[in-house]
C-alpha cells in the first residue's frame, strides 16, 4: 500500500510537471512565433499571470471547468472542443465573473478565445476579481468591472481581439458599470501608441452601434474628449461617422468652442515659444486639425464667430448669460441628451419668450379640452 501511495504521488508530480512544461510551450509558442503576426515579439507571460492561471479551481468548482480552463491555458484547443461538447461549459461563470473566455483572453490563447466566442461565450460578463487577488498584466490589463469587451480594447498588444468580438458579438451598447464609461470613451481615453489606439479600430466601434453622442460621467462626449486630447484625426473620424457638433454642455458651449480655446492656448504658445508655429505647420497634426476645421465648417461652425463667443464673455465676467441667450436663438439649441433638458427648463420658466416662436411657457399653454 505504501509502495502504491509513492507511485501515486509521483505521477501526480509528473503530471504537474508536464503541465508546466506544456503552458511553458504554449507561452513560448505564443510570444515567439514568426510569420508576420503582430504578437510575434511580445514578452512572455508574467510569472504572476502564469501563477494565476495554474490555479482555476480558485474559481471553478465544477471539475468539468476546471479542466477546460487548464485546457485552455495550455493551448489544447482538441481538447477544448471535445470538453465544449456539452454546450453549457461554453457559458459557464465561476467566482468574480471569472469565464472561460476570460481565461483564454489572459492565456493569450487567441485560437480558444475565437472557438469560444463563436460557439456562443458571452463577452458582456463583468469581472471583478478583487484588487489584491488580481494578477497585474500590463500588456492584456484589466480593471475591476471590466467585461472581455472592455478588456480587449485596452490591449497593448494587437488590435485582433477587440476587432475580432466588433465582427462577431451582436450590435448593443456596451457600458463599463465601475466607471460609467461606454466601449468609445474608453477607446478615446487609451494612451496614443497603445495597439488598438487606431483609426481602423475606432471605425469599427463606431460603425458597432454605440452612441456617438453619449456623455460620460464628467458631460463629455466621445467628441469632447477627442479634442481635448489633441486626437484631431479622431475627432474627423467621429464627425465623418455622423457624431452630432451641435451638443451643448451644461454652461451651453459647443464642441467650437471647446476648439477655440485650444487656438488661443495654442497661439500664445507661439508668440512665447520660439520654432513652435514651425514645428507645428510642420507636423502631422496640423493637417489632422486643418481636416478637423474643414468638416464643421462644412456644417456651419465658424472659428471666428467662436472666438469672438469666448471674448464676449470674457468682457462681461462670470456673471454673463451671453452663452444661454445665444443658445436660445440657436435651431440646434435642443440637441443631443441636454436638448430634452434645457427644452424642459424654458417651458419652467413663466418670463420665457421664445424669440423662434417654437416653444411657450406651461403657465401660458392653453388648458386641454375635455
Not at 215 to 244: K, M
Request: aromatic residues 10%.
Amino acid at each position: 500500500m505504501s509502495e502504491f501511495m509513492t507511485k501515486r504521488a509521483s505521477l501526480r508530480t509528473v503530471v504537474s510537471v508536464l503541465g508546466g512544461i506544456l503552458f511553458a510551450i504554449s507561452n513560448f509558442h505564443v510570444s515567439c512565433v514568426s510569420g508576420g503576426d503582430e504578437d510575434s515579439e511580445i514578452p512572455p507571460i508574467r510569472a504572476e499571470v502564469q501563477e494565476f492561471l495554474q490555479r482555476p479551481e480558485v474559481y471553478f468548482q465544477d471539475k468539468g471547468h476546471v479542466a477546460l480552463c487548464q485546457a485552455i491555458t495550455v493551448g489544447d484547443l482538441i481538447a477544448v472542443q471535445k470538453l465544449c461538447s456539452d454546450k453549457t461549459i461554453i457559458s459557464a461563470q465561476g467566482k468574480n465573473g471569472v469565464t472561460p473566455l476570460f481565461w483564454a483572453y489572459l492565456s493569450r490563447q487567441f485560437a480558444i478565445f475565437e472557438f469560444l466566442l463563436r460557439s456562443g461565450a458571452d463577452p458582456d460578463v463583468s469581472v471583478s476579481i478583487p484588487r489584491d487577488d488580481a494578477p497585474v498584466e500590463r500588456l492584456f490589463p484589466f480593471d475591476t468591472g471590466d467585461s472581455v469587451f472592455f478588456m480587449a480594447v485596452k490591449n497593448a498588444t494587437s488590435s485582433k481581439w477587440i476587432m475580432l468580438l466588433l465582427q462577431v458579438s451582436p450590435k448593443r451598447q456596451l457600458m463599463q458599470p465601475i466607471v460609467k464609461r461606454d466601449l468609445l470613451h474608453e477607446f478615446l481615453y487609451l494612451v496614443p501608441g497603445n495597439a488598438t489606439h487606431t483609426e481602423d479600430v475606432m471605425k469599427a466601434i463606431c460603425r458597432y452601434g454605440v452612441d456617438l453622442n453619449m456623455a460620460d460621467e464628467t458631460g463629455h462626449t466621445p467628441l469632447l474628449i477627442a479634442v481635448h486630447r489633441s486626437q484631431y484625426r479622431f475627432a474627423s473620424v467621429l464627425l465623418n461617422e455622423g457624431a452630432s457638433a451641435s451638443c451643448y454642455n451644461a454652461e451651453h458651449y459647443q464642441l467650437i468652442h471647446d476648439i477655440a480655446r485650444q487656438y488661443k492656448f495654442t497661439m500664445l504658445n507661439f508668440a512665447t515659444v520660439p520654432g513652435s508655429l514651425e514645428q507645428w505647420n510642420a507636423s502631422p497634426k496640423k493637417k489632422d486639425w486643418d481636416e478637423m476645421l474643414g468638416i464643421l465648417r462644412k456644417q456651419g461652425f465658424s472659428l471666428t464667430e467662436a472666438l469672438k463667443d469666448l471674448e464676449r464673455v470674457d468682457a462681461e465676467g462670470s456673471s454673463s448669460d451671453y452663452m444661454r441667450q445665444r443658445r436660445i436663438r440657436r435651431e440646434d439649441r435642443f440637441s443631443c441628451e441636454s436638448g430634452r433638458e434645457f427644452r424642459e427648463s424654458l417651458e419652467d420658466d413663466p418670463d420665457f419668450e421664445d424669440p423662434l416662436g417654437e416653444i411657450m411657457p406651461r403657465d401660458c399653454m392653453a388648458a386641454p379640452v375635455n
